[in-house]
């Protein structure tokens, strides 16, 4: 979405069975992040009614075969059709604007970058990126994945260079961004030998040291 000023901002909505939820998990975990330290983009919870959005000239999307095709209203309206509604019939989303600077995709948690000449620190080493675990654990947020980082190249003082960004915190304190998460998402890796050969011997039934961590 562009606004009046030209400012840019991708909208994220809530599912219907879990209005609020999304939207602020997103919206307070950008702001724990900030305050640590980390670079995120600006958040906002917005209300709206549909009736504001206007189609862009020259507006596409895909169909399922990847051939595009001028966006119609009809398009936007199926769009917004599952979006959960207020009291007012208004839209709740998260209105998060695009980083500044040129987006060069994701950063990695391991080895470098090898286009940074600032990046000499192997990422599995930096303390910030250790740090990060312990707070996304404290946060519960379980999609914290390269995908969801960002590294943009941006301009200050004279100098160009690459600043690091954590972004979508939709997948945090319970939310799993389309629904709610499950107890088991994070309390337990996808995979792990220890866990697996317990459900395996146990076919899948709570055993007395599970109950006592649980």
Do not use: C
């Not at 975990?29 to 995120?40: D, E, K, N, P, T």
């Amino acid at each position: 979405v562009v606004d009046a000023n030209k400012r840019v901002y991708f909208l994220k909505f809530d599912p219907a069975t879990n209005p609020e939820m999304a939207t602020a998990a997103d919206a307070i975990v950008a702001r724990v992040f900030h305050a640590l330290g980390y670079h995120v983009p600006d958040n906002y919870v917005v209300h709206f009614d549909e009736s504001r959005l206007a189609l862009g000239q020259g507006v596409t999307l895909a169909d399922e075969l990847g051939h595009k095709r001028k966006m119609t209203r009809r398009d936007l309206l199926e769009v917004l059709l599952p979006v959960p509604r207020d009291s007012r019939g208004r839209i709740r989303a998260i209105a998060s604007r695009a980083v500044d600077g040129k987006p060069l995709g994701p950063f990695r948690y391991h080895g470098l970058r090898k286009d940074d000449p600032n990046d000499v620190v192997p990422h599995e080493r930096r303390r910030e990126l250790r740090g990060l675990r312990v707070f996304s654990a404290w946060l519960n947020h379980e999609d914290s994945r390269a995908v969801n980082t960002l590294d943009a190249l941006v301009q200050a003082g004279g100098n160009r260079y690459i600043r690091h960004y954590l972004i979508d915190f939709g997948s945090t304190l319970g939310s799993a961004s389309t629904k709610a998460n499950p107890p088991r998402s994070g309390h337990e890796y996808l995979f792990h030998w220890q866990t697996a050969a317990r459900h395996l011997f146990t076919l899948g039934e709570p055993t007395a040291a599970t109950l006592l961590t649980v």
